[in-house]
């Protein structure tokens, strides 16, 4: 395999008559062992010469993560200029309290959001200026537009550019195996993870049932606002339920991607908490161990400080001090403009970031929860994440980020590390405090430093478990009924599936005099529509068309969230492709209702097809609803 990987690697892939070198890889796909390749003709030295100069880093890894930063997805922003302010350093080695985080005026700030058209103010954006990456949060005292720290400076560009990779926002929260094993371990009781696991799959599966409960669980677990639930919701909103086969397979689909995940990955929604992006306290008024949290009340339509003890916790997690409880406190200054964000003290010893997983606020994002029932422990100590220091050499040369890559791909074996951590934490009566455990904590650390140090995790056979719980689904290993929390959740828990009607319910309040003129072409766009999303659905391995729309990919996949954004993309374009074009509202209308029929009608099913495909009818959805109302 080696030898193979090396061959294409070094001498390209020819693809008719062109030739395509190695260019560079991102992080995300150095996990998935893969790698951009560039035309010849365009040379790859060339366009990493283009990227910027990446002279004075000596290192193999940091010289390939660097070159990676510039191909993680990005929307462009405006040129900018900015400043470098110094580094807040702790007392810890080598770790300072402002990793990885700058700052930003607040005119700056409102000038983002205009440009973003975004709804809300984020008090936080992750950006990318050439060869400068990290988070910029709201400072009220600055005057300058961006100010940046050296931990953000990763080599120099002539690239001013900004790139503005996200933004911090509350995200539902969600407890996983990893973090189960450890409060578990840690003396929570079995009971509450139990009783609110029942409590959400019961809530979810009264979707099909009541069209409210429907609309807000779709409204709060669906983030990605490319999918076509915002379609769905206006349905709902206007009458339109689950006798609607569309709308009964989307919501179906939701449910089986909801239960399924709680009972394959245990994923509990925490009702008392948020995922939030990490940032830095710039006033120094939070003391050592203190946190501040504001966050967006969904059912008041304000704003809530959390006061009082809170869990935090930065996937993924392994060892007992990676989960922590901290003070969340009220704060005058603070709550002016910062707001659903985790804002962290520059006091103390060591940063509290570094003590969650190794983590830093260059855009890593924390689950908090001031849920009274997780906070019945004591905080452990944390894990020292100091890695191994890598090689340095005079000047790195493509051919050794080659050589890296193919050592990455031989020695990879972070999932083996974290499959062998669960195992053993199950089998254990000391669950995740047996000395096994600790070990491959320790080892998970250095696996994940591997892609910057060179150095790869020593993974040895009396660190590969004999057998495996039923609950991770190792079919083809020797495995045994877990008698602990995440095995009796898994048990508890039926998986989902998606069901067909045979029977295709039109909607008679869906009429518009005038349509049966556009059905020819509603007929021909239809069968467009369909080959190309079916064309997508190929591409991208999925088989139900609203796996596809939603996003709720039910059949596991690699890099699932990154393959997720790229599907969304593709279906905007090609929904915009078949947008509506006439300015007439009657006509349009009428166009819609064409669609519909096309879709619905069973004189106008397609041929040779043995399933339907109905999201076409609702491209026009506005338009549609207008009939109905």
């Known amino acids: 395999m080696e030898n193979r990987i090396s061959q294409f690697l070094e001498n390209g892939i020819i693809i008719g008559d062109r030739t395509f070198e190695f260019l560079a890889y991102s992080s995300s796909q150095l996990r998935e062992h893969s790698c951009w390749f560039v035309d010849t003709q365009i040379g790859g030295i060339n366009v990493r010469n283009w990227m910027g100069n990446f002279d004075k880093i000596k290192t193999v890894g940091k010289y390939a993560a660097r070159l990676g930063q510039a191909f993680s997805s990005s929307q462009r922003g405006p040129v900018v200029q900015y400043?470098?302010?110094?580094?807040?350093?702790s007392n810890f080695p080598k770790i300072p309290f402002s990793d990885g985080i700058g700052t930003m005026s607040i005119k700056f700030c409102a000038e983002l959001v205009q440009r973003l058209q975004l709804e809300h103010i984020p008090s936080a954006f992750q950006i990318r200026i050439g060869g400068v990456k990290g988070v910029i949060s709201v400072d009220p005292k600055s005057s300058d537009e961006i100010s940046v720290r050296p931990s953000m400076i990763k080599y120099s560009s002539p690239d001013k550019n900004l790139d503005i990779l996200g933004w911090s926002k509350p995200l539902p929260a969600f407890l996983n195996r990893q973090a189960i094993s450890i409060l578990s371990t840690l003396g929570i009781s079995d009971e509450i993870f139990m009783e609110k696991l029942q409590?959400?799959?019961?809530?979810?599966?009264?979707?099909?049932?009541?069209?409210?409960?429907?609309?807000?669980?779709?409204?709060?677990f669906s983030n990605n606002f490319h999918s076509f639930t915002e379609t769905i919701l206006k349905m709902i909103r206007c009458g339109i339920f689950v006798e609607d086969e569309f709308v009964s397979q989307y919501i179906q689909c939701f449910i089986a991607r909801m239960v399924n995940g709680?009972?394959?990955?245990?994923?509990?929604?925490?009702?008392?908490?948020?995922?939030?992006?990490?940032?830095?306290?710039?006033?120094?008024?939070?003391?050592?161990?203190?946190?501040?949290?504001?966050?967006?009340?969904?059912?008041?339509?304000?704003?809530?400080?959390?006061?009082?003890?809170?869990?935090?916790?930065?996937?993924?997690?392994?060892?007992?001090?990676?989960?922590?409880?901290?003070?969340?406190?009220?704060?005058?200054?603070?709550?002016?403009?910062?707001?659903?964000?985790?804002?962290?003290?520059?006091?103390?010893?060591?940063?509290?970031?570094n003590m969650l997983s190794g983590s830093d606020l260059d855009g890593d994002l924390y689950f908090v929860s001031w849920d009274v029932d997780l906070l019945s422990f004591e905080n452990q100590t944390p894990m020292d994440f100091s890695g191994s220091d890598a090689e340095e050499v005079e000047s790195v040369q493509v051919e050794s980020v080659i050589k890296f890559f193919v050592n990455y791909v031989k020695n990879?074996?972070?999932?083996?590390?974290?499959?062998?951590?669960?195992?053993?934490?199950?089998?254990?009566?000391?669950?995740?405090?047996?000395?096994?455990?600790?070990?491959?904590?320790?080892l998970h650390s250095v696996a994940v430093d591997f892609p910057k140090t060179g150095v790869p995790a020593v993974f040895r056979i009396d660190d590969r478990p004999k057998s495996y719980p039923d609950f991770m689904n190792k079919t083809k290993k020797v495995t045994y009924v877990s008698k602990k929390v995440l095995g009796e959740m898994y048990r508890n828990v039926e998986a989902m599936k998606?069901?067909?009607?045979?029977?295709?319910?039109?909607?008679?309040?869906?009429?518009?005099?005038?349509?049966?003129?556009?059905?020819?072409?509603?007929?021909?766009?239809?069968?467009?529509?369909?080959?190309?999303?079916?064309?997508?659905?190929?591409?991208?391995?999925?088989?139900?068309?609203?796996?596809?729309?939603?996003?709720?990919?039910?059949?596991?996949?690699?890099?699932?969230?990154?393959?997720?954004?790229?599907?969304?993309?593709?279906?905007?374009?090609?929904?915009?492709?078949f947008e509506i074009e006439a300015e007439d509202p009657k006509i349009r209308r009428e166009i819609a209702v064409a669609r519909y029929q096309a879709c619905y009608h069973p004189s106008f099913r397609e041929p040779y097809s043995d399933h339907r495909m109905l999201s076409f009818a609702w491209l026009a959805v506005d338009d549609l609803l207008e009939c109905v109302k």
């Open 83 to 89: 400043v470098e302010i110094p580094e807040v350093m």
């Open 498 to 577: 998606i069901t067909k009607s045979e029977d295709l319910h039109r909607n008679s309040k869906i009429w518009e005099h005038g349509w049966e003129d556009h059905v020819d072409q509603a007929v021909r766009d239809r069968d467009e529509y369909n080959f190309h999303l079916t064309s997508i659905m190929n591409k991208f391995g999925i088989k139900n068309e609203v796996e596809a729309l939603s996003g709720n990919l039910l059949k596991k996949k690699t890099r699932y969230h990154e393959l997720r954004n790229m599907l969304f993309m593709e279906l905007q374009v090609l929904r915009a492709d």
């Open 262 to 353: 709680c009972k394959d990955k245990a994923r509990i929604p925490i009702e008392q908490g948020r995922v939030l992006m990490g940032v830095l306290d710039e006033s120094k008024t939070l003391k050592p161990n203190q946190v501040f949290i504001q966050v967006e009340n969904e059912k008041e339509n304000r704003c809530q400080v959390i006061q009082g003890p809170v869990v935090i916790i930065k996937s993924p997690c392994f060892h007992p001090g990676d989960v922590r409880i901290y003070e969340a406190v009220r704060n005058d200054y603070l709550e002016t403009h910062m707001k659903n964000c985790l804002v962290f003290s520059q006091l103390g010893h060591r940063p509290v970031p």
């Open 412 to 442: 990879d074996n972070l999932g083996q590390i974290a499959n062998a951590h669960l195992a053993f934490s199950d089998a254990s009566p000391k669950g995740v405090f047996d000395p096994q455990c600790l070990r491959l904590a320790q």
């Open 199 to 220: 409590r959400f799959v019961d809530e979810v599966k009264k979707c099909m049932k009541d069209a409210k409960i429907a609309a807000k669980l779709l409204t709060k």
